[in-house]
């Protein structure tokens, strides 16, 4: 029982094109969030959703779009790809937001943009 | 504004022999403290983590990190390491209770554990 899939695992894509990056939890999790790991390894932190609001939103181009239609789901819709956009986008998943604790990783979701 | 400092992008070293990945923070508040390990191909898992108390800490498989506030570091050490701990390793940071789930991440250092 996985307990943060992504789907999908691989996506290469044209730029200019529209994709999607699916996300669920079943650990019962109030908070999930999506980062982003850059060819250098770098891990920065795009959104995070607590119960299906957003809480964080950091500075990234306004064509990535979240929606979390339960809290069991986040997904990662992105507009007009570019070249700059491929890298491996983590899913994850935490119990709440005034929690210090642990972060549950999905396996990650790597975008190739040509 | 936190930030995370890993000084060493790859860290080969003997198996059996010591290894100590180095990180340093900055921040004016408060932190919790964090390494997690990324194996080739998978999603981050937490390591261990320093949230207050004693400042030593220890994971399940003979891990250990110290919270050292002075020289602000939480250097990651192991006396004997294996093949299995192949790895990228990541320090991370986040500044007290209203932060704390937003996670400021190291670069990584590769570890690579020769036979």
């Known amino acids: 029982d996985t307990a943060v899939s992504q789907t999908p695992k691989y996506l290469v894509t044209q730029m200019g094109n529209d994709k999607s990056i699916k996300c669920e939890q079943n650990l019962g999790h109030d908070t999930m969030y999506w980062y982003k790991q850059d060819s250098k390894k770098f891990l920065k932190i795009m959104f995070s959703?607590?119960?299906?609001?957003?809480?964080i939103n950091e500075t990234v181009p306004n064509r990535f779009s979240p929606k979390s239609p339960d809290k069991a789901h986040l997904n990662l819709h992105i507009n007009s790809l570019e070249l700059g956009d491929s890298a491996v986008y983590f899913c994850?998943?935490?119990?709440?937001?005034?929690?210090?604790?642990?972060?549950?990783f999905g396996e990650g979701s790597r975008l190739t943009v040509l | 504004a936190q930030s995370v400092t890993q000084l060493d992008s790859q860290v080969p070293v003997f198996e059996e022999a010591p290894v100590e990945l180095r990180c340093n923070y900055s921040?004016?508040?408060?932190?919790?403290l964090f390494w997690y390990v990324q194996y080739p191909n998978q999603g981050l898992q937490l390591l261990l983590k320093?949230?207050?108390?004693?400042?030593l800490v220890k994971s399940i498989n003979g891990f250990e990190a110290e919270f050292n506030k002075s020289q602000t570091s939480f250097h990651l050490r192991k006396p004997s390491v294996h093949i299995s701990d192949t790895a990228e390793y990541f320090c991370?940071?986040?500044?007290?209770?209203?932060?704390?789930?937003?996670?400021?991440f190291g670069t990584g250092t590769r570890l690579t554990v020769i036979p």
């Open positions: 921040s004016s508040v408060s932190v919790y």
């Open positions: 991370a940071v986040s500044e007290g209770r209203t932060g704390a789930n937003n996670l400021f």
């Open positions: 994850a998943s935490s119990p709440g937001t005034g929690q210090a604790g642990e972060l549950f």
């Open positions: 320093y949230l207050s108390g004693s400042t």
């Open positions: 959703y607590n119960n299906k609001e957003l809480i």
